[in-house]
């Protein structure tokens, strides 16, 4: 753990707080200092050339056109991303929102859409696919580039308080599904005809390299591919878990995934998440 060298209290910008609480998402703009965005531009160029064990490309598994590169645990190989953690006001900003004392790292994750990528994000929610229980989660999506609304992620407003154990979605399209999800129990059905249908508010946000959506982890979200084909789609998402988050390992998550990697946690049914692996990056009584 650090002390933060940049600091910005939401604590007492009540609004942001009440916002989150509300709609299960906000935008927070010129967040992040641009000399992280700039390391983290290097990172990113450095995994896609040289991903890690948990790498997904989205459009090869789906044989669609572009690149969507998806991976996880990059701060535990580059060290830009390290830094990012635990130099950078990131973990302040998610305690601070979601009024918490303390936030652990669950997990970062690189998510590329190249010019001209037709894969699209299918609309899910994360608490789905997380070996957790708790309310005190929360997602940090960073802009590493410049993001029209019409390829940014959207968001359903409000649908955080839905509480939805949805049945899982493949990102790389149901044709290429490798069976890691295979046991999860979940059976809801997302509402996607409802929501593309207009029957519910939608969020969205121009985005600019610093800027960030910090969203709920029950919340639905889903965006387009990145049809653009002059303009790149980077973005950089930190998983933060805080007070009242405890370790359920249940059948289908990515804790299973993650252990075949290598990556296993160590924690017992229960247990806080606070370990090597999830390390407490930010606590106020520090």
């Not at 910005?8 to 992280?36: H, T, W, Y």
């Not at 991303?81 to 305690?95: E, G, T």
Request: charged share 25%; net charge negative; hydrophobic share 35%.
């Amino acid at each position: 753990r650090r002390i933060l060298k940049h600091s910005r209290c939401f604590s007492a910008e009540n609004s942001i707080s009440k916002q989150f609480e509300e709609d299960g998402v906000v935008c927070l703009r010129n967040a992040i200092p641009m000399e992280f965005v700039e390391e983290l531009r290097i990172a990113t160029e450095r995994n896609m050339k040289s991903p890690g064990p948990l790498c997904d490309e989205h459009s090869a598994a789906s044989g669609t056109a572009g690149r969507f590169h998806d991976d996880q645990f990059l701060w535990r190989r580059h060290e830009e991303c390290k830094k990012y953690l635990f130099d950078s006001p990131v973990a302040r900003i998610a305690a601070e929102v979601m009024g918490c004392s303390s936030v652990s790292i669950l997990y970062d994750h690189l998510l590329v859409k190249e010019p001209g990528t037709v894969a699209p994000t299918p609309w899910h929610n994360d608490y789905s696919y997380w070996h957790i229980t708790g309310e005190d989660i929360c997602s940090v999506w960073l802009a590493l580039d410049y993001v029209k609304k019409e390829s940014m992620v959207t968001y359903v407003r409000g649908s955080h308080r839905w509480r939805m154990l949805h049945k899982i979605t493949n990102f790389s399209g149901e044709q290429s599904d490798d069976g890691r999800y295979e046991y999860s129990p979940n059976n809801a059905e997302i509402p996607v005809d409802a929501i593309e249908n207009g029957e519910y508010e939608l969020l969205g946000w121009d985005m600019e390299p610093g800027d960030v959506v910090l969203h709920h982890g029950w919340t639905i979200h889903g965006a387009s591919g990145n049809a653009a084909l002059d303009a790149r789609r980077r973005g950089y998402a930190t998983r933060w878990v805080g007070d009242d988050i405890r370790f359920d390992p249940r059948p289908g998550t990515m804790h299973y995934n993650w252990v075949e990697a290598g990556l296993d946690c160590g924690l017992s049914p229960g247990d806080k998440m606070e370990c090597d692996l999830y390390p407490v990056v930010f606590s106020s009584s520090e």
